[in-house]
């Protein structure tokens, strides 16, 4: 099965100011494309033809496969991890992990920049679930993501330099104070249910 790239969850002008659809249109349009044509060039007549996308990252050896399958994986949850609808908390079973964890939102978002802006290179920045059903920040490099492991992503901030330097240039930290204006608690939420 073809691989497709999906649609945003909200207009392309939705983000801004914090992110432009000039962004969106290079980041979206070229940089999530591209990882969906490779995926697709690379499983075409071969045994992960119709294998699901999370079967191939979690079966795929490190190199173009995994880091295709991956990107495709991260940027559809990364553009899940963002919402029109800005200014929100986390509620419930997920604000009470976050303050049993940290001790408040205000720590954890501190906590989270601090490891997000430290990310050397190109990666991401996760809340995840862990096991034994607490909260963790984790970070990632390259194309990795937290379903090779034991942890459940709840919300990702994508920090490769192609997710912010329109908007931000070399300013990560910046970009990652925007982020939280926009980040998706209702989707963080879900995933910790």
């Known amino acids: 099965m073809a691989h497709e790239l999906p649609a945003l969850p909200y207009d392309k002008t939705a983000l801004a100011p914090e992110i432009s659809s000039n962004t969106l249109d290079f980041h979206y349009g070229k940089h999530h494309q591209a990882y969906v044509n490779n995926l697709n060039n690379l499983i075409k007549d071969t045994d992960n033809a119709s294998a699901s996308l999370e079967d191939i990252i979690k ?49 954890f978002k501190e906590e989270f920049t601090a490891k997000a802006v430290g990310t050397f290179g190109s990666g991401w920045a996760w809340l995840v679930k862990t096991a034994d059903g607490g909260v963790d920040i984790e970070t990632t490099t390259g194309a990795g993501t ?3 492991g034991a942890n459940k992503p709840l919300i990702t901030c994508d920090v490769w330099e192609h997710a912010y330097y329109l908007d931000y240039q070399n300013l990560r930290t910046a970009y990652v104070a925007a982020w939280f204006n926009i980040a998706n608690w209702a989707f963080a939420e879900s995933n910790f249910a």
Do not use: C, E, R
């Open 146 to 148: 937290p379903i090779t």
């Open 59 to 107: 079966k795929a050896p490190a190199g173009g496969l995994f880091n295709n399958a991956a990107q495709v994986w991260n940027h559809t949850f990364y553009w899940n991890s963002m919402s029109a609808t800005k200014g929100q908390a986390p509620k419930g079973a997920l604000a009470a992990a976050i303050d049993k964890k940290w001790g408040s939102f205000d720590k």
